[in-house]
């Protein structure tokens, strides 16, 4: 008997399912029917079960069952109709009525009972029943329930059912286009392995594209290489898989040699492999790449459209390979592509950095360029020049006859004489603008702010940035960076702090060096919290801080006192995946040292060496007294021996220190071996460190040497002149 089921399942009847989440008791311990009684409690659907009931008493037949159970939608009746027809004499199940209740049961979740059905289905021995199971993993797999279709996959390998590669392969996609865990696709491949289903190279794919996902690149790469001990050879999907892999993850040369294969094995891929890859290489800056497969997709009849062409111009053009980008440019056009304006800017800002400015204006003569864009493109590369200003005048006024030009065309020449410092040329360029009925925008006005700080006329630039605030404006990025690092050189501190509101209320970003410098000039003030502030307003506008912007902030705290505040800089550094560095490790175990944590200090002078960091040496001098105060200088034992392997770090002082204290500690071994170090360095002890060394010192009297020993070490002229007297030796 054939299916049935792909005909009559509708989505509609499986959604309908979805909603039933009701318990019922699996087949296989059903011994007898129960009839509702006339108390049941849904007496509409106790009535219905009834009808539905003396209707198949007399026309039970596997057709009929099939009907009524796609009409019954409450799955607790459907469950008993299915068990009491199961008792009917001279009835037996098809895989049809196997598959009605098996769906039921899935698309409801409930996947133990499920499971007992399945197994029934099996042991009843009902006709077709790897159809019936490729047909239900198929329909789980449509209504995205792809938890109970691998368990029906399961459940075939368990009674040695083979699945087609091609329901397994269903399976697997859907596995994969659904971005689930990586568990469950590696799961629904070994129950393939297990089957002994040879995977083909579209199983391979999926796999192979998962270990992409999941970053497991080595492991992809292992299977691409022994595909073809699979009897499987990769095809464009394959090669487009990996070198997208590689190339997300910063391995664009490993892509090229998997490139190379595909060459090598002369695989044809498809429209869709090109499409993908050829901007992909553009992006990556790989113009040779780019160009090999535009000629292979050329070669094998695929039509290139013009994202193709407009990636591969830009990337050419940013090589500065304008002879390949014209003619690439010249061959979109005669198949009848219409270029856009952005490709005219990018290979007119190619001839500029060449400078071939006269290439330029002809390539945009000869080609009728009525766009503004390109010829702002040129103008500007005439002003970068430094020394075509008097061309670039001459082009603008060009412009401006052929009606090219906008108040940006304008504004491109101010800031050029800006730049240069020559204020004077950018006003009369501001006039003739007014002149020829241009109206100065906010680019005109970023730009002569950008001219008067170059000359460091702070009260002239901070008039136009008020002119710039009236008008609710944005200045670029680049002036404002400019007017805050001038404002803060001249010592306005607040008129700095004013602009940089106003800028990160508008959602601007200022670049880090230019932030830290006003966060430098706040804190150097004393105004710390006044320096949070404004690294809150940068977390909202987007500005990023550096590990350079939380040490300047951490070290202010510290100087006012406020150690404990400190780590709470620390935590948002933390949070905010910011690396520690020298700096920041020297003020914290400074800060450590003030609130005499001495088993976070030499934690973190082991963490800090651990990197390859070395304290600066009043970092080293505090930390060292306060370990010694607190008699916890073996606590740094280890880091102490990586110190004085490095010549220059220890000082004078430090060892005298050092033998000192650990005596004191009970640790005479390692004084001596410090001693010893000390005196290869032609150091003599001073008094105290030599009087404790040979014993004259009581034990009352070393309880008092943590106490004194900065004072003594100071004081300790006589060890300086023999120190001098050695260095003249």
């Not at 039933?20 to 108390?39: D, E, Q, R, W």
């Not at 699945?163 to 590696?186: A, Q, W, Y």
């Not at 090598?264 to 040779?288: T, V, W």
């Not at 009043?618 to 930390?623: D, I, P, S, V, W």
């Amino acid at each position: 008997m054939a299916l049935k089921l792909p005909s009559l399942i509708t989505s509609k009847q499986i959604i309908r399912w979805v909603s039933l989440n009701s318990y019922f008791s699996s087949i296989s311990c059903a011994t007898h029917v129960l009839i509702p009684s006339g108390n049941d409690q849904n007496p509409a659907a106790s009535t219905d079960f009834e009808v539905k009931i003396r209707f198949l008493k007399n026309k039970l037949n596997p057709d009929n069952l099939f009907r009524v159970l796609d009409s019954t939608h409450d799955l607790n009746s459907s469950v008993e109709i299915f068990k009491w027809a199961s008792l009917q004499k001279r009835f037996h199940h098809t895989g049809d009525t196997y598959s009605r209740m098996i769906l039921k049961l899935g698309m409801a979740g409930n996947i133990q009972e499920m499971e007992g059905f399945c197994q029934n289905m099996v042991k009843e021995k009902c006709p077709e029943t790897v159809e019936v199971f490729s047909v239900l993993i198929s329909t789980f797999v449509k209504n995205h329930r792809v938890k109970e279709a691998l368990r029906v996959l399961e459940i075939m390998n368990s009674v040695n059912c083979r699945p087609s590669i091609h329901i397994c392969n269903v399976l697997l996609g859907t596995l994969v286009e659904e971005k689930r865990d990586m568990f469950s696709i590696l799961f629904a491949y070994k129950e393939m392995v297990k089957a002994g289903i040879v995977p083909n190279v579209e199983t391979l794919n999926y796999l192979i594209q998962v270990l992409m996902e999941n970053n497991k690149i080595d492991s992809a790469l292992d299977q691409f290489r022994r595909m073809n001990k699979k009897g499987c050879s990769p095809n464009g999907r394959t090669f487009e898989i990996l070198i997208i892999g590689l190339c997300t993850r910063n391995r664009v040369d490993e892509s090229i040699s998997v490139l190379d294969e595909m060459f090598e094995i002369e695989c044809n891929p498809d429209r869709n492999f090109f499409y993908s890859i050829i901007p992909i290489y553009c992006k990556a800056n790989k113009p040779d790449a780019g160009t090999r497969l535009f000629r292979v997709m050329r070669n094998t009849g695929i039509l290139p459209d013009l994202l193709i062409y407009r990636v591969l111009v830009q990337c050419l053009c940013m090589n500065l390979r304008l002879d390949d980008a014209i003619k690439l440019f010249e061959e979109m056009i005669e198949s009848g592509i219409d270029p856009v304006v952005d490709m005219y800017v990018d290979i007119v800002g190619g001839f500029c950095k060449l400078g071939k400015f006269s290439e330029a204006a002809k390539f945009l003569e000869e080609n009728s360029v009525s766009e503004i864009s390109p010829h702002n493109e040129l103008l500007e590369g005439y002003c970068n020049h430094g020394d075509r200003f008097h061309e670039a005048n001459n082009f603008l006024e060009k412009m401006v006859e052929r009606n090219v030009a906008d108040s940006l065309s304008w504004s491109i020449l101010i800031r050029g004489f800006c730049e240069q410092g020559n204020i004077r040329k950018a006003f009369e360029v501001l006039n003739r603008m007014v002149v020829c009925s241009y109206i100065p925008d906010v680019a005109s006005y970023s730009a002569l702010i950008c001219g008067h700080c170059k000359h460091n006329k702070y009260e002239e630039a901070l008039e136009l940035f008020h002119s710039v605030r009236v008008k609710n404006w944005v200045l670029d990025l680049s002036s404002f960076a400019q007017l805050v690092e001038v404002l803060c050189h001249v010592n306005k501190i607040q008129e700095a702090a004013l602009v940089y509101h106003y800028m990160s209320s508008k959602r601007c970003t200022i670049r880090s060096s230019s932030f830290d410098i006003l966060i430098r000039c706040i804190c150097s003030a004393g105004k710390v919290d006044e320096a949070i502030r404004l690294q809150s307003l940068a977390f909202r506008s987007g500005t990023s801080c550096t590990p350079e912007t939380y040490n300047i902030i951490m070290l202010g705290l510290f100087e006012l006192g406020r150690a404990k505040d400190v780590l709470v800089q620390l935590s948002q550094m933390l949070v905010q995946g910011c690396n520690l560095d020298v700096e920041t490790y020297n003020v914290l175990i400074r800060s450590m040292c003030v609130e005499n944590r001495t088993t976070d200090c030499a934690l973190l002078l082991d963490q800090m060496l651990g990197l390859g960091l070395i304290p600066d040496s009043e970092t080293l001098h505090k930390l060292l007294f306060c370990l010694a105060c607190h008699s916890q200088l073996h606590l740094v034992l280890h880091s102490l021996d990586k110190l004085a392997s490095n010549d220059g770090v220890l000082s004078l002082l430090m060892y005298n220190m050092l033998i000192n204290g650990l005596c004191k500690e009970g640790h005479k071994r390692d004084a001596c071996k410090f001693l010893d170090r000390m005196l290869e360095k032609g150091w003599v002890p001073d008094t105290v460190t030599h009087s404790l060394l040979i014993g004259s010192i009581d034990g009352e009297e070393a309880g008092s040497v943590a106490q004194s020993l900065e004072y003594s070490i100071m004081q300790d002229k006589v060890s300086n002149i023999l120190a001098e007297g050695l260095e003249k030796t």
